[in-house]
């Protein structure tokens, strides 16, 4: 304040004016500060989460690659345990095999097991015969005792047209087949969540041609068990 008689400094008023803006320059240069530090600490983040990742795909290489006796141990332990499983269901199955009322296909990692429809259903039908139930329940006896991962049920017709009442053609036949394995299995305890159902109407034949022993054998169920 200028005292009486005295001439106002222009210089002090231009200071008290330019003051109370003093602050944002503090503030923009605390954000500044703040950002800088936020980028440098995602910048460390990251390198920390691409060193991880790159020490987590060393390890599974050095575990594929594992010639150590201990790997080899390993290794040959879940082989060893992957055979008994195997073994002890195609030990179940051969019985029907040799009474001809299921074929048997080892493929690597899997076992696929197919059955003649004519054994599980009246023709151009999808409801189980009562005498089906026997074979079935071997099926589901070995699947439930050996195996514990996915199982595909897929249903197969022949080449002959189908339109009826029920099924439209024969990729619903198929269809309703192969859903018909899949709920008897389920009915005998194997898991719902490791089956799945599949029809392929007549596009995968097990015999070429359209003569009365190429369409008997076509129309069949497979079961695919996989490891």
Known sequence: MALAGEKPNPKLDDD???RPERWLLSYSDLVTTLM???????AIQLAKYHELEIKL??????????RSPAGIAAHGAANGQQEAVR???????RALRDR???????ESGSVEISINAKILFRAGDAHLLPDSTSVLDQVAAAL????????LVEGHTDSSPISNAKYE???ELSSARAGAVVRFLVDKGIEPQRLAAIGHSDNIPLLLGDDAAA???????TILVQY
């Open 36 to 42: 800088v530090l936020f980028l440098a600490l995602y």
């Open 144 to 151: 439930k005792g050996y195996s514990t991962r996915n199982i």
């Open 57 to 66: 795909l060393e390890s599974a290489r050095s575990v594929k690659n594992d």
């Open 87 to 93: 073994a002890g269901l195609l030990s179940l199955l």
């Open 215 to 221: 369409r008997a054998a076509n129309r069949r169920v």
């Open 16 to 18: 008290a004016e330019a």
């Open 169 to 171: 053609s024969n990729w």
């Open 100 to 106: 001809g009322q299921i074929n048997i296909d080892e």
